[in-house]
């Protein structure tokens, strides 16, 4: 039995009927063809799939669609474009904070949440903040270089 469910993704709102046990990362890529939303370990673990419902980074291979009906969710689609790229994303470019590329989405993700809310004042705390996101290319530094510039750029740093 589908569930009706409505959302607001990136500024757009969605109306679909979903299956009860439908994954938001599936309705994500694959109702909506959202898919800069990566998904990894399937189990919460690496990150690639987070995103932000509501103000809050999520997982969304661990979050069921009907869960969200009513949400303001924003994927990485939602930050910028290839022609206007927004402060974080500029500084991963900038600072060759990915590699493969398949944990970006994720990174970009966190990293928009930890700058809504923290003050950054040091590597540690991004490093922590983004602890929950695996990168098997890039060793972090350039990651965390990029968070700390965009930071710097916003104003979180003391």
Known sequence: MRRAIAVTVNGRRH???VEPRMLLSDFLRDTL???GTHVGCEHGVCGAC???VNGDSVRSCLTLA?????????T????????????????FRQKHGLQ???????????????LAKRPLATDQEIREG?????????GYQNIVAAIRAAAESLGKRP
């Open 33 to 35: 063809g959202l898919t």
């Open 15 to 17: 109306e679909s009927a």
């Open 130 to 138: 983004i602890s929950g996101n695996l990168c098997r290319c890039t």
């Open 66 to 74: 009907v869960r969200v009906d009513g949400a303001q969710i924003t």
């Open 50 to 52: 987070t995103i932000i």
């Open 76 to 91: 990485v689609e939602g930050l910028g474009t290839p022609g206007a790229l927004n402060g974080l994303q500029t500084e």
């Open 100 to 114: 493969c590329g398949f944990c970006t989405p994720g990174m970009l993700m966190t990293g928009m949440d930890l």
